[in-house]
Every structure is written in structure tokens, then in C-alpha cells.
């Protein structure tokens, strides 16, 4: 991967770390997300956003149904997106196609990070 990757924050500031630029680097890439070990990096349009893992305590899928008419019936296919939080604030919210790129990335976030929450909990 080039080293010249154009990483930025979540309030939109550029990220010159060579240190996250060589994690991001040696990441595992699954679909629009790539899990280094020490942060998590999420592609979003032609930007590439990085979360630092100590920001991230909880994370989980968000299935999101989408109804379709065609000229002789309806369909229905869902999105999948993948969602980062912290402190009960939602940081990022990544959409996919595939639900198996998120289920991959869920289980990499924990492997890398254990302290990360899995799942949905409703808010208090």
C-alpha cells in the first residue's frame, strides 16, 4: 500500500504520523475498512478517516431494509453498515453490501482491541 495515503481525522484534519501511516500500511483491508493495530481506518468517499482504537468502545451492524418496486413486483435487499462508537456518540457509520465484511470486521476490532463492546445497547 502507498505510503503517501491521504488519512484524516474525524473532524477533518490531515494525519502526518508516520507511525499511523505505517499501520495504516500493514492493515487488513476487509471491503472499505482496513483494521491496523492501533487504529481503525474506514474509507469515505475518496477520504480515508482514521479512529484511533483507544476512541472506540463499542461497536456493531446496523441492517437498514431498503423496499423496491419494480414493473411486477417489489423487492426488498438490505444495507449493512458498520457502526463505531464511543461514550454512546456514534463516530462513524459505514455502509456496505456485504454482510460478511462486517461480521469479519466486527471480529477483527475484537482480536485487536478486546476492550471493544460488540453489539446494540439501547441508550440510557
Not at 456514534?90 to 455502509?95: G, M, N, T, Y
Not at 470486521?105 to 440510557?124: E, M, R, V, W
Amino acid at each position: 500500500m502507498a505510503k503517501n495515503a491521504n488519512l484524516i481525522t474525524l473532524n477533518g484534519s490531515r494525519i502526518d504520523d508516520a507511525a499511523l501511516l505505517d499501520d495504516f500500511c500493514a492493515a487488513d483491508k476487509i471491503g472499505p475498512f482496513w483494521i491496523g493495530k492501533t487504529a481503525f481506518y474506514y474509507r469515505d468517499g475518496l477520504k480515508k478517516r482514521c479512529i484511533p482504537f483507544t476512541d472506540i468502545d463499542q461497536a456493531f451492524m446496523r441492517i437498514e431494509p431498503v423496499p423496491t418496486r419494480c414493473c411486477c413486483c417489489k423487492l426488498d435487499f438490505e444495507i449493512y453498515r458498520l457502526v463505531v462508537c464511543s461514550q454512546g456518540k456514534e463516530l462513524a457509520d459505514i455502509r456496505t453490501e456485504d454482510e460478511g465484511m462486517v461480521d469479519k470486521a466486527l471480529a477483527f476490532l475484537k482480536n485487536h482491541s478486546p476492550k471493544i463492546k460488540l453489539g446494540y445497547t439501547k441508550p440510557a
